[in-house]
C-alpha cells in the first residue's frame, strides 16, 4: 500500500506495517532525524552521535602518549578529526574498535562446531562493476571477488577483518552479502550446487577496516557509510556549477570564426627540447607525433637542420621562474600549448592556441596560489627521488604538480567541498573531488589514442611525460559525478556496519580471539609504494601516513627482503593474536618474486598460521590450479588458519613429544582439502602428501623453537602406519569414504608438476618415476638428463647413481622379488603374471631394477643419506671463502636441521651468510632456520 507523505519522497507500507521513505533524500532526513543506536548507546540523531564520537576523540588526540600509536599519521587534531566521522572512521588509530568488537561481535566459545575447507577466490572477478570502479586506488581485489569467501568462512553477522584494507573492498563485500540482488545471490548459489557446496547464508557481516595510509581510509570508509545519494548528486552538480561561474573564464576559447565562445575541454602542452647538432628548438609533439597513426615517431627530422632525432637524443630545455610561495627561483622545462580541443554547444572541435589563449594563461599565472593548494616540500621517497627524478621536470613542492589554470581549479572544487555543513555529505564531495587530483595535474598525459583524456596518468608511478594533457573541472568531473549518484543508488539497505581506522596493521586494539575471519591483500615486496604513492592526496587533506612502520621493500628507506619478512612477521602476529582458534585468514599475493613468496611465506608460520592450500587462478581455463613450485608467475589464493587452542595448549609449554608432533598432523589433515578436481580430472594434493606433511610438522616445531621430536626416518614410518594412503597421499580415517567416493568419479589422476632444479626435486622425480614402475639405471638415465636441463648454478650437480643409492633400493636378483617390481611386472607382461616371487623367469626379468622402498626400509635409507650430507655439510663448515659457489643445498638443509636441534644456532647463521643471497631467501627450509636462529641469537 502506498500514501503520499507531507515532505519529499512517498512511504510505503510493508507487510511488518512498518513505513518506509523510499526516496533517498527523504530516506536519509528520517536516519538524520530519528533515534540511532550506536555501539549499545542511543543518540537523538546522526549529528547527535557525531557530536559525541567527536568530543570523545577529540581528548583521545589530546593524549600524548595516543599519539605514540604505531603507525599514527602526521596530522593535526583539527585535521584529522575534518577527515574522521567517529566511531565509524577515524583518520588515525580508532579508540573505538574494542566497543565495536564487544558489543556487536559473539565472544570466542570454544566448544562451538566449526568446520570449513580452504575457498579460493577469482580475484579477477568483478573490477568492471561500477562499484568497484567507483574510486580508483593503486591495487584493489573487487569486492564481488571477496563475497564468495566471506559467506563460506561466516556467518551472518561474524565480524571481519582486513588489516591491509586499501581502498574498503573487504568492507563493501561483508554489507554485499546482506544486500545482493536476487540475480547475484540465484546465480552464485547455482555455482556452488555444481561444486557440490552448501548453500551460502545469506545476510551482513561486520567487518573492521585497517591501512595505513589516510588516502586509503577515507576512500574505505566513504565507500562504506551511508549518505544522501539524491543530495549529493545535487551539491557535487552544484559545486561544478559554481566553479563555472568563478573561473569559466579560465577555459573559454574562441571558436575559429572568432567570435564565438567555446569551452575548454583539455589542452594538451607539449615539452620543447633542443636539437644536439644545431641547439635549434624543437616541439616534441610537433615533430615526433605522427598525425596519422596518434603514435610517437621512434626517429624524426629536427626541423632546423633536418639531422636525425630521437627522443634520447633531444636536450632538455629549462625556463627559470620565481616561485613566490616558496621565496626562490625555480627551473622547469620549457612547455607550450600545442592543441585545444573545446565545445561550442554539443559539438566538439579542436584548435591550435592563439594570442588571445596566451593572453588568459598569462593572466591566471599572476593570480595569487590559493592557501587550499599544499605547498610543502616533497620528502625523500623512493618513488618521487630514486624511481623518478622530479627534480628534473620541475617538480621539488607540491604545488609544483599543478600548472596555474588546474591549481586554481582544483583548489575551488577543494574549498566549496569542504564548505558543507553536512558532515557526511562533505566527507562524500571530497571522495569525489578528490579523485580530480591526479588527472588535473602535470602526472595527466595526452594520449591521442584513447577515447578520453580523463586520469591519463601511468598507474603505480609518479611520471611526468612530454605530452601533457590539462582538462577542465567539468570535463574531468561531470561523468563521474553522475556515475556515482547511480552507482550508490542502487545499493538497498545500507546501514553502519563497517569501521575503519588508520594506523599499522602490527598495533590493532582490539581484543584476542575476537575476529572470525581475515580477508587480506597485504603489500608484497616493492610492488607498490603505497605510502609515496598516497602522499599526493594526502598533501590536500593534511594527514599524512607515518611510513615507518610500512611493510614493502624500499631502497630509500633502506628496506630489505628480510626487513619486509620481519615487518609482515609482526602483523601475521597481529592477525594471529586477534583471530579466533580454528578460523581461517585467506591472503592474496600478487609478486612475481620468489625471495618476497618466500618471506611471506615465512612471516605466516612464525606468526602462528598453518597454510593450508594455496593456489592460483588459471584465467584462460578459469579454474584454479594447486601451486607446488617455487617459482610464482601469477597471482595466489593462500589459505592459512589458526591452529585449535587443543592443539596450542600442546605446545604452550615448549612440550616436545611425538604425540604432540602427530596431533599437529591430524589437525593439519582435517583442514586440508579432501578432493580437488578440474573438469573431470583429479588433482594429487600437494598437502597430503608425506614430504610436505613432513616439513609442515618440521616447520610447526621450529617456528615455535621447538625441537623437532621425529626423525625424517621415524616420520616416514610413522605416518604409514598412523594414517590411510590413496594415491600417494594421506588422510584421516573419516576423510576416506569421500575421497574414495569422489575419486572413483573422476576420469583421471593428475600428477603434480614438478621441474627439476636441485637435488631435492631430483629426489622427487626419481622417486615418482619409479613408484609404478621400476627399471634400471640404463632406462632412466637418457630421461634423467633431459630433465635436469634447468639445474640451478649453484647447485653442486648430484649423480643419478648417487641419487639412486641413497633414496632408492637396487635388486640384484639376490632372494624373491620385491613386491613392487612384482607388481609391476605381472601388471604389465602377461607372460610373468601368477609366478612365485622366485621363480627364475621373473627373476630374470626383475633384475637390476631399482624402486622405492616400503616406509620401513626408507627409513633407514634416509638415516644413510642424511649422515653422508652431514659429512658434506661439514666441509661448508670449514670453508674459508666467503661465498660458497657451488654446493648441495639439501647438505645445508640437513645441516641447519641439526644444528637447530643441538641449539647451535651460530653456525645456522654463519653458513647462511657463505650462501648466496637469492638461494637463502628463495629457500623455505633455510629462509626458515635463518630466522629463528637469527631470533634466539638476538635474544641471547
Known amino acids: 500500500m502506498k500514501r503520499r507523505s507531507k515532505g519529499n519522497g ?72 575534518r577527515m574522521s566521522d567517529p566511531p565509524w572512521y577515524t583518520a588515525c588509530p580508532n579508540p573505538f574498535l574494542a566497543d565495536f568488537v564487544r558489543v556487536y561481535g559473539k565472544p570466542y566459545n570454544p566448544e562451538e562446531r566449526y568446520e570449513r575447507d580452504p575457498f579460493a577466490v577469482d580475484t579477477s572477478v568483478g573490477k568492471s ?47 554485499w552479502c546482506g544486500s545482493a540482488p536476487a540475480e547475484y545471490r540465484k546465480q552464485l548459489e547455482a555455482e556452488w550446487s555444481k561444486q557440490s557446496l552448501p548453500k551460502p547464508k545469506w545476510g551482513a557481516r561486520r567487518a573492521i577496516q585497517n591501512d595505513l595510509g589516510p588516502a586509503a581510509t577515507f576512500i574505505a570508509s566513504n565507500y562504506t557509510m551511508p549518505f544522501d545519494v539524491s543530495a549529493f548528486s545535487r551539491v557535487a552538480h552544484g559545486i561544478l556549477a559554481e566553479v563555472q561561474k568563478e573561473f569559466g573564464w579560465m577555459y573559454e576559447t574562441l571558436h575559429t570564426d572568432g567570435k564565438t565562445k567555446g569551452r575548454i575541454n583539455y589542452t594538451v602542452w607539449s615539452e620543447v627540447f633542443s636539437c644536439p647538432d644545431c641547439a635549434g628548438e624543437v616541439n616534441f609533439v610537433e615533430e615526433a607525433l605522427d598525425p596519422s597513426t596518434k603514435r610517437v615517431k621512434d626517429r624524426f627530422p629536427c626541423p632546423h637542420c633536418n639531422s636525425e632525432m630521437t627522443k634520447s637524443r633531444l636536450e632538455k630545455l629549462y625556463e627559470s621562474r620565481v616561485d613566490s610561495v616558496i621565496g626562490t627561483t625555480i627551473k622547469e622545462p620549457k612547455r607550450r600549448v600545442v592543441l585545444i580541443d573545446y565545445s561550442v554547444g554539443s559539438a566538439r572541435y579542436e584548435k591550435a592556441p592563439t594570442t588571445a589563449d596566451a593572453e588568459v594563461l598569462d593572466r591566471i599565472a599572476a593570480l595569487a596560489l590559493p592557501p587550499e593548494v599544499p605547498t610543502h616540500i ?20 607540491v604545488h609544483h604538480f599543478f600548472m596555474p589554470r588546474a591549481a586554481q581549479a582544483l583548489a ?67 561523468g563521474k559525478a553522475k556515475r556515482l549518484g547511480t552507482t550508490f543508488s542502487s545499493l538497498r539497505n545500507r546501514q553502519y556496519s563497517v569501521t575503519t581506522q588508520t594506523g599499522t596493521c602490527a598495533a590493532i586494539p582490539l581484543q584476542g580471539n575476537s575476529i572470525d575471519y581475515i580477508f587480506t591483500d597485504p603489500p608484497f615486496g616493492e610492488n607498490i609504494y603505497y605510502a609515496d604513492l598516497n602522499y599526493l592526496v594526502e598533501s590536500w587533506h593534511r594527514v599524512i601516513t607515518e611510513a615507518e612502520p610500512e611493510a614493502i621493500v624500499d631502497k630509500a628507506r633502506k628496506k630489505g627482503v628480510l626487513d619486509y619478512q620481519a615487518l609482515m612477521r609482526v602483523c ?8 579466533k582458534p580454528g578460523r581461517w585468514m585467506t591472503v592474496v599475493f600478487s609478486n612475481s618474486s620468489n625471495a618476497v613468496w618466500r618471506a611471506i611465506q615465512e612471516a605466516l608460520g612464525t606468526a602462528g598460521f598453518v597454510v593450508a592450500d594455496v593456489r592460483t587462478l588459471d584465467k584462460q ?76 610438522m618440521v616447520a610447526f616445531h621450529v617456528q615455535r623453537q621447538i625441537s623437532v621430536p621425529l626423525s625424517t626416518a621415524e616420520f616416514l614410518g610413522g605416518i604409514h602406519q598412523r594414517y590411510p594412503e590413496r594415491d600417494g597421499m594421506y588422510f584421516l580415517p573419516t576423510q576416506v569414504a569421500e575421497y574414495d567416493r569422489k575419486r572413483n568419479k573422476a576420469a583421471e589422476l593428475r600428477q603434480l608438476n614438478l621441474f627439476v632444479i636441485d637435488e631435492a626435486s631430483a629426489i622427487q622425480w626419481v622417486r615418482r618415476e619409479l613408484q609404478n614402475k621400476p627399471r634400471s639405471f640404463q632406462d632412466l638415465q637418457p630421461t634423467f638428463m633431459r630433465e635436469i636441463q634447468n639445474w640451478a648454478k649453484h647447485e653442486q650437480t648430484v649423480e643419478l647413481k648417487e641419487i ?13 622379488v620385491p613386491s613392487q617390481i612384482h607388481s609391476y611386472l605381472s601388471t604389465n607382461f602377461k607372460e610373468l603374471r601368477n609366478l612365485a616371487k622366485d621363480d627364475s623367469v621373473l627373476i630374470a626379468k626383475a633384475m637390476d631394477r631399482w624402486y622405492v622402498p616400503d616406509p620401513g626400509k626408507q627409513g633407514d635409507l634416509e638415516k644413510l643419506r642424511e649422515r653422508a650430507l652431514l659429512t658434506e655439510f661439514e666441509t661448508y663448515k670449514q670453508a674459508k671463502e666467503r661465498k660458497l659457489k657451488l654446493f648441495r643445498t639439501e647438505a645445508v638443509r640437513v645441516g641447519f636441521k641439526a644444528a637447530y636441534d ?39
Not at 561500477?130 to 553477522?157: D, R
Not at 620528502?379 to 627524478?389: D, I, K, L, S
Not at 639412486?804 to 624373491?816: A, E, K, M, T, V
Request: contains cysteine.
Open 804 to 816: 639412486l643409492r641413497q633414496n632408492c633400493i637396487h635388486y640384484d636378483g639376490s632372494g624373491p
Open 10 to 81: 512517498d512511504l510505503f507500507i510493508e507487510p511488518s506495517g512498518q513505513l518506509r521513505l523510499v526516496d533517498k533524500s527523504a530516506e536519509q532526513q528520517a536516519l538524520e532525524k530519528g533515534k540511532v543506536e550506536c555501539l549499545g548507546m542511543t543518540f537523538d540523531s546522526e549529528d547527535a552521535r557525531r557530536i559525541y564520537f567527536t568530543d570523545r576523540l577529540r581528548e583521545k588526540l589530546a593524549d600524548p602518549e595516543f599519539r605514540k600509536t604505531p603507525g599514527f599519521p602526521k596530522g593535526t587534531d583539527d585535521d584529522i578529526i
Open 129 to 175: 562493476d561500477a562499484l568497484y570502479k567507483a574510486h580508483g586506488y593503486h591495487t584493489k581485489v573487487p569486492h564481488l571477488a571477496i563475497v564468495p569467501s566471506i559467506l563460506h568462512y561466516t556467518e551472518p553477522g561474524d565480524i571481519v577483518l582486513d588489516g591491509f584494507a586499501g581502498s574498503g573492498m573487504t568492507g563493501v563485500a561483508a554489507q
Open 378 to 397: 616533497l620528502p625523500y621517497m623512493h618513488m618521487t627521488h630514486e624511481r623518478a627524478r622530479l627534480d628534473s621536470a620541475g617538480v621539488t613542492h
Open 412 to 478: 575551488s572544487l577543494w574549498r566549496h567541498a569542504s564548505a558543507e555543513r553536512d558532515r557526511r555529505l562533505r566527507s562524500m564531495l571530497l571522495f569525489f573531488v578528490e579523485q580530480a587530483i591526479w588527472g588535473m595535474s602535470l602526472l595527466a598525459r595526452y594520449a591521442p589514442t584513447h577515447f578520453s583524456q580523463v586520469n591519463q596518468y601511468l598507474n603505480g608511478v609518479y611520471y611526468i611525460g612530454s605530452q601533457i594533457v590539462e582538462v577542465s573541472p567539468w570535463y574531468i568531473l561531470d
Open 572 to 579: 601475521f602476529e597481529e592477525y594471529s593474536r586477534v583471530l
Open 621 to 696: 581455463q578459469g579454474s584454479y590450479r594447486q601451486v607446488t613450485s617455487t617459482a610464482v608467475k601469477q597471482d595466489l589464493v593462500i589459505s592459512a588458519y589458526k591452529p585449535t587452542e587443543a592443539l596450542a595448549e600442546r605446545f604452550m609449554l615448549g612440550t616436545s613429544s611425538p604425540d604432540n608432533a602427530w596431533a599437529f598432523v591430524t589437525e593439519h589433515l582435517s583442514h586440508v582439502p579432501v578432493f580437488f578436481s578440474v573438469e573431470g580430472v583429479a588433482d594429487v594434493i600437494a598437502e597430503r602428501t608425506a614430504q610436505v606433511l613432513h616439513d609442515r
Open 902 to 940: 643441538g641449539q647451535d644456532y651460530k653456525t645456522i647463521v654463519s653458513v647462511a651468510a657463505k650462501l648466496p643471497e637469492n638461494v637463502l631467501q628463495e629457500d623455505e627450509t633455510l629462509l626458515m632456520y635463518y630466522d629463528v636462529a637469527s631470533m634466539r641469537l638476538g635474544d641471547e
